[in-house]
């Protein structure tokens, strides 16, 4: 059945993979016949309506499924049983009453409570006009009592109007008017609750929220699950993670962030016991390069969600120094009496290396069907195509959401599952390509990295092409995905 | 650090063909109450190394795991909440792993290992 699915006006990139990742979860790819996975919906828009829309149509077998989705989800506002649309009040009206009785009247009946908000986007509507429209509504038998507060069933009545200014809103070109019964309606208080100022312990690079809840969508965390992060930090992404019940486990190679915090009441495991939520089933100090598991132990966890160091506002690192990983200095021999309290250096860890080490590691500790979510960088310079992601031969790319964080970069959040078996052959190529970026280091350390290309200034070509490109217009009126 | 997380762990220093299971050197154990999940369990008990989760258990002193388990006594609700209360509710706060080839010391401090290696391990 086709449901109205109505957005946030946010991160436009994330709204269908989140509803089509909470749709595996809810089991709506189930009733699939061949042995082929789905991941996609059926989607369709609005006539004239612009993809980024907030106002999609959405293909869900059950009313049960729509509401898990839009109750869980972070990006859907409202999801709506349509019974009624149209072009002008006139067309809204014959459409609601041509909408079969048998699906109208079992939410109208004179036992049950009712509310109709009126919602507008774009534009406000006055309580004044708001009450005429309600009142314009007279056609729908309502025989049930007004309740404001719980009524059992939600009406809404949506306007989107072309209204001359489009203020970071997308293009309308032609009023339409909706009018259905909510099915359900994202928790509004999930993000203020978990809002990173209201959080304890937080690092310079500490995962927003409402990204944290969505990572946590993508990667289908929830109970009896086992969810890892190989650089955890102050714990942002596992507390989304851990709120929808999955067990969590991270590990970060700087011991000062995930064994001491700032003090006792203010580390990792205060981050979770602040909200109530189950402490982390491990955290430990850790190297993506060379990970402590031991070696017969694989497809243990269910989903693997990070946000790597990709080098532009922290670096990563790996162990062996700076020098070590040159070649100019033989390794440091720990003397006996001084190895207890060794700090043993690291070296930088070059972007590729770190994606590479995380999707092989991934592609072997990671459940058959698991998920592997994490942002990647993209230069926004460059053609924005999809071969430059990341591959691995045992997975699948299913989403990949794009959030702008400057004229020179942006960030895509990526989920892959795993699609294929870790075989001996891949394990091998992997150890190749490991030796390899540990013998050029250095090559590896100059190609291999962003921060000078986001930090660097433009040359001069680029410049005198930017000024005919971004001189006329700096804040252009329709903002698409800088929402 | 719960005995979860050490039946995933091993010893990675170079040239360590059995680095697991790491002896456990426990100064403080502690005991903290986790709420029972019986899917996560058993889908654990598929991945766990039983050996080295007896041996590890009596190291913290516990020894009411059986030596020997298959995944039928995951039906008993006594051998499950044994081996969630070891799996999960002991902690290894203060200690140490050992490497059970070369005798490394891996430092568990507020109940996080230390599991990275020196410059001439790597």
């Known amino acids: 059945m086709w449901y109205l699915c109505v957005f946030y006006h946010r991160l436009l990139d994330y709204r269908r993979p989140e509803v089509e990742s909470l749709a595996q979860l809810f089991g709506a790819f189930e009733d699939t016949q061949n042995d082929e996975v789905r991941y996609q919906l059926q989607w369709k828009l609005p006539p004239h309506h612009h993809p980024d829309s907030p106002f999609h149509f959405v293909n869900l077998p059950s009313e049960q499924v729509a509401r898990n989705i839009a109750n869980r989800s972070i990006l859907v506002k409202g999801m709506y049983e349509l019974w009624g649309e149209g072009g002008s009040y006139e067309e809204l009206k014959d459409s609601v009453l041509s909408y079969p009785d048998e699906r109208k009247l079992p939410y109208l009946d004179s036992d049950s409570t009712f509310k109709i908000t009126v919602d507008c986007f774009g534009k406000v509507i006055s309580l004044e006009e708001q009450k005429g429209l309600i009142l314009g509504l007279s056609y729908v038998p309502f025989k049930g009592r007004v309740n404001l507060r719980n009524p059992d069933h939600n009406f809404w009545l949506i306007e989107v109007d072309n209204y001359g200014v489009n203020n970071g809103l997308p293009p309308i070109v032609q009023k339409r008017i909706f009018f259905g019964r909510e099915v359900g309606g994202a928790d509004r208080k999930l993000i203020p609750t978990y809002q990173l100022k209201s959080r304890t312990y937080l690092g310079p690079t500490a995962m927003d929220a409402e990204m944290a809840f969505l990572m946590a969508n993508q990667a289908l965390a929830t109970s009896g699950k086992l969810v890892f992060d190989p650089f955890v930090g102050t714990g942002s992404i596992l507390v989304a993670a851990a709120h929808f019940g999955a067990m969590t486990m991270g590990a970060d190679i700087d011991i000062r962030v995930v064994r001491d915090g700032r003090g006792p009441d203010c580390n990792v495991w205060s981050n979770f016991k602040q909200y109530g939520l189950p402490m982390p089933v491990g955290l430990l100090r850790a190297d993506n390069n060379l990970p402590p598991w031991r070696p017969e132990l694989k497809e243990v966890f269910d989903a693997i969600i990070c946000d790597p160091p990709y080098g532009v506002r922290a670096g990563g690192r790996k162990s062996g120094g700076r020098k070590l990983l040159k070649g100019a200095v033989e390794p440091y021999i720990v003397p006996d009496d001084k190895r207890t309290d060794h700090i043993p250096s690291t070296a930088p860890y070059s972007l590729v290396e770190c994606v590479h080490d995380l999707l092989d590691r991934a592609a072997k500790m990671l459940v058959m069907r698991g998920r592997l979510v994490f942002f990647y960088p993209v230069l926004r310079e460059d053609d924005f195509t999809e071969n430059h992601f990341p591959e691995h031969p045992c997975f699948k790319l299913i989403s990949s959401s794009e959030q702008i964080l400057s004229s020179r970069y942006s960030r895509v959040l990526l989920t892959m599952v795993k699609t294929g078996p870790y075989t001996d052959e891949i394990a091998e190529a992997a150890r190749i390509k490991h030796i390899e970026f540990k013998e050029n280091h250095v090559k590896w350390l100059e190609d291999g990295n962003l921060h000078s290309a986001v930090f660097s200034p433009a040359d001069a070509q680029v410049t005198e092409a930017g000024d005919s490109k971004f001189g006329k217009d700096p804040k252009p009126k329709y903002r698409g995905k800088y929402v | ?122």
Request: aromatic residues 6%.
């Open chain 2, 1 to 122: 650090m719960r005995l979860l997380t050490h039946n995933m762990l091993s010893s990675n220093v170079k040239g360590v063909a059995n680095g697991f299971p790491l002896r456990i050197q426990a100064e403080k154990v502690m005991e903290k109450t986790v709420e029972m999940n019986g899917d996560f369990l058993k889908k654990m008990f598929e991945k766990i190394d039983w050996k080295a989760l007896v041996d590890a258990s009596q190291a913290m002193g516990y020894t009411e795991l059986p030596e020997e388990a298959d995944s039928s006594m995951l039906d008993l609700d006594d051998f499950l909440n044994r081996f969630h209360h070891a799996l999960l509710e002991i902690h290894l706060e203060e200690g140490a792993l050992i490497c059970p080839e070369t005798g490394r010391r891996f430092p568990v401090s507020k109940g996080i290992p230390n599991m990275l290696l020196h410059e001439d391990e790597v």
